[in-house]
């Protein structure tokens, strides 16, 4: 099973999403899924800086940088790499990694129940916010990537982003399927 192409974008209803998990939170290796290979491959480690939400992808999309829509899941613990979860998306972090946009959809777990009050960025707390922006510029400098967080935008900017995603992959199938390529 290609875990990029053969689980759907959409969860159980038109503002869900799934998830799949590629790093746990509070871990220092990074994993990425290797959307040819079909398998989590090891990518290094990110020194002194623990992931601070399980994060993952969005399968059947695209990003700005020709790479699945990438998502943090606000959980107490950490999963799995591989783990699917059904997600709200509640934010979007708009980010710039060198030339390319590399946004980041905020997400929290429909089953956990601690969760369901939280529907949108005005529900999270500033200074998480906050934290999540220092991660990823701090991350960025480590791995030698110039980032740069330009702003979190709302719920309703998360869904038009993922509807984007969804599109730029399915462009990407037709091109591959007019040239032939696999």
């Not at 059904?86 to 990694?97: L, N, Q, S, T």
């Not at 967080?149 to 399927?177: F, H, P």
Request: glycine content about 6%; aromatic content about 10%.
């Amino acid at each position: 099973m290609n875990l990029w192409n053969d689980i759907p974008t959409r969860a159980s209803g038109p503002k869900t999403i799934n998830v799949v998990v590629e790093i746990p939170k509070g871990s220092q290796n990074i994993y990425e899924y290797d959307k040819e290979k079909e398998f989590f491959a090891f990518r290094g480690v990110s020194s002194f800086l623990p992931y601070p939400t399980n994060y993952g992808m969005i399968p059947q999309t695209m990003g700005g940088d020709d790479n699945p829509l990438d998502v943090l899941v606000i959980m107490d613990q950490p999963t799995f790499p591989g783990c699917v979860i059904e997600c709200r998306p509640i934010a979007v972090m708009r980010m710039r990694d060198g030339k390319d946009r590399d946004d980041k959809i905020l997400s929290v777990p429909l089953s956990n129940p601690q969760f369901k009050e939280i529907k949108d960025l005005m529900d999270v707390p500033p200074l998480f916010l906050d934290e999540l922006t220092h991660f990823f510029q701090e991350f960025g400098k480590l791995v030698g990537k110039n980032t740069h967080v330009i702003n979190w935008e709302n719920d309703k900017n998360a869904l038009r982003t993922i509807e984007r995603g969804k599109d730029l992959y399915k462009q990407m199938l037709t091109i591959k399927s007019l040239f032939l390529l696999d």
